[in-house]
């Protein structure tokens, strides 16, 4: 007969495992629903060892807050090759894994869990958007991006976020298709916007000027097209007659 011997772990390490068994507590179920006494128990230690490590749940929520956090901000890196769509789409992949494998971390990264009104978690999520706008910024291959990008940019990542958000209540939409409307939504935002703005239209020519008929772009136009003879003629509009008091 043998018997085990455990490793005695350094103090990184050890942080690191709590951080680990946090995360993966908090992103089961809600974080104020997990206890320090759970978060012990899995990683087979005892309570107040947790506290020797961090000073308190709090402490060790926004530890975990960050690597989830800097985990998130990483799907959103994809090597700039290829048609934007295709990126977004891969982008938009792995950005719903995340979503798929954390669903409460994720609504509670966002939403603040027991961290509401600390400046520390809030500034983690902002910056998990920001460099997810960054990113989008890359891919569009421009250096000083104009108010209109920018808008529709950001725009896109809050919506992203909203529609992730939802979806994890109920899960009432088929993952693929939703991955795939965003990556529409996207496409869509910028055309609205380049049709009030001269610089906004070149940008988004140049990208579709990239685009495959096969691709994600060319699939929203597939099925904007396939509405055409379904939708009801628009009478025009009946102007008021001239104001004579006026002249």
Do not use: C
């Not at 719903?96 to 954390?102: A, N, Q, R, S, T």
């Not at 001269?198 to 509405?227: K, N, T, Y």
């Amino acid at each position: 007969m043998t018997t085990g011997v455990r490793r005695r772990m350094g103090v990184d390490e050890r942080r690191q495992q709590l951080i680990g068994v946090a995360l993966d507590l908090f992103s089961r179920r809600s974080p104020e629903d997990v206890s320090i006494d759970e978060i012990a128990a899995a990683a087979g230690i005892s309570r107040p060892l947790v506290y020797h490590y961090f000073p308190g749940k709090q402490s060790l929520y926004e530890a975990a807050l960050r690597r989830a956090a800097d985990e998130l901000a990483a799907r959103f890196l994809e090597p700039l090759e290829g048609p934007l769509g295709a990126r977004l789409s891969r982008v938009m992949g792995r950005f719903f894994d995340f979503v798929d494998e954390h669903g409460p971390g994720f609504s509670a990264l966002m939403r603040g869990g027991p961290a509401v009104g600390s400046s520390t978690a809030n500034a983690m999520i902002d910056g998990v958007r920001q460099a997810a706008y960054e990113q989008i910024i890359t891919h569009l291959g421009v250096a000083e991006p104009p108010a209109r990008l920018e808008l529709v940019v950001r725009s896109w990542v809050s919506l992203a976020e909203s529609t992730a958000l939802i979806w994890l209540d109920g899960r009432r939409i088929p993952r693929a298709e939703l991955e795939m409307q965003l990556v529409h939504d996207f496409a869509a935002l910028a055309a609205v916007s380049a049709a009030y703005d001269q610089e906004m239209a070149g940008i988004v020519l140049r990208v579709l000027a990239q685009e495959p008929v096969d691709g994600p772009f060319g699939d929203l136009l597939a099925r904007l097209s396939a509405l055409a003879p379904d939708v009801p003629a628009v009478p025009a509009q009946r102007l008021p007659p001239p104001d004579d008091t006026t002249r």
